[in-house]
């Protein structure tokens, strides 16, 4: 969650795009007999746009993975996301079948007489210990 909170996906993203950069841009320097310095500073504007089509290119294949993985993984998101807000408000849509279950929960815990001893040895506990402060 912090990741998100602190605009992680986008330092990532950034970082991912600077180093394609570099590694372009080291790549194509070393080709040449130029050196770095000057080889960026000789044409600038048809290596820089070789760079920049170099970027655009590797963004738009990463943007074309995170896309997929997103259509992948959203509806099983979304399943989940709306049988947990279904299973919550339950009690909204069926009150009467809601505290039918709570009704039969807890006779079945009235109907075992150790589980009745324990929960009124823990009540008689909690009682003692809230009067004793």
Known sequence: MQWFAYAGAYLGASVAILLVTLWYA????RRS???FPRYWASLARARWGGLLECVARSALAMAACC????????PGVLRVAETNYHDKMAY??????????????????EADPEAMARIRAEVIDEIREETEL
């Open 26 to 29: 080291v790549r194509r320097a």
């Open 92 to 109: 909204l849509h069926n009150p009467e079948g809601y505290r039918a279950k709570i009704r039969a929960a807890a006779a079945a815990i």
């Open 33 to 35: 007999a130029e050196g």
């Open 67 to 74: 896309l997929l993985i997103y259509l992948a993984v959203t």
